[in-house]
């Protein structure tokens, strides 16, 4: 599975961008998918996730919680993360993640494929 994850960009602290993650493989609607955010020096952190299943749970970092959105379009292949509210402390180069098997969704190495990232900046 390929992924292309773009929609980063620059913004100011309080507005909004939605990132998204279009798959190259058509059982896209199997895997679980998840956005990461890695900041220089710092490790790779769980952001959001959604399950594949007809319910399409999804799971949130306490950071992101109420300001962020994950939902998916199986028809397109495509997962969104919507953000809103943003804040100076959410830039990163925030990555897309699929997973072929279950699991809590939240931990890197529960992912077997990764977009390339794209930048989101948030200034004061």
């Known amino acids: 599975v390929q992924l292309q994850a773009y929609g980063g960009g620059v913004v100011q602290a309080g507005g909004s961008l939605r990132l998204s993650c279009a798959a190259s493989d058509d059982t896209f609607s199997l895997y679980g998918m998840g956005w990461f955010r890695q900041s220089p020096g710092k490790e790779r952190d769980f952001v959001a996730a959604?399950?594949?299943?007809?319910?399409?749970?999804?799971l949130y970092a306490d950071s992101v919680k109420g300001r962020f959105t994950i939902s998916r379009d199986n028809a397109k292949n495509t997962i969104y993360l919507h953000m809103n509210n943003l804040k100076p402390e959410d830039t990163a180069v925030y990555y897309c993640a699929a997973a072929r098997w279950g699991g809590t969704l939240s931990y890197t190495y529960e992912y077997d494929y990764w977009g390339q990232g794209t930048l989101v900046t948030v200034s004061s």
């Open positions: 959604i399950r594949w299943g007809g319910a399409h749970s999804t």
